[in-house]
């Protein structure tokens, strides 16, 4: 059993950044990944890293948003710059056994209970 806990979601300006946190009960070797989740859509995949590093966004993110993870800490981040009013939503923090492109929410095992980010223009 993993927990996790995410922090940092908020309201910003149109072109402004957010730093997501989530931090992790124990040390795991799992994929740390990110979604999120808009009113009336379904959950989707934003930003995934591997236990060795590799990662993979979402074609909607690439070149703004930066995922990172501190295993020391037991902690992922996910860096949100030029955020725009679509990347309004509930981001989830989950963790799997595998990290692959455009995955699926139910490739992940554990999940957040979510932070709300809000972009207004």
């Known amino acids: 059993q993993v927990q996790l806990v995410e922090s940092g979601g908020g309201l910003v300006q149109a072109g402004g950044s957010l730093r997501l946190s989530c931090a992790a009960s124990r040390r795991t070797s799992y994929a740390m990944g990110w979604f999120r989740q808009a009113p009336g859509k379904e959950r989707e995949f934003v930003a995934t890293?591997?236990?060795?590093?590799?990662?993979y966004y979402a074609d909607s993110v690439k070149g703004r948003f930066t995922i990172s993870r501190d295993t020391a800490k037991n902690a992922v981040y996910l860096q949100m710059n030029s955020l725009k009013p679509e990347d309004t939503a509930v981001y989830y923090c989950a963790a799997g056994p595998t990290a692959t492109s455009n995955q699926p929410a139910a490739a992940y095992d554990y999940w957040g209970q979510g932070t709300q980010v809000t972009v207004f223009s």
């Open positions: 890293i591997s236990w060795r590093n590799s990662i």
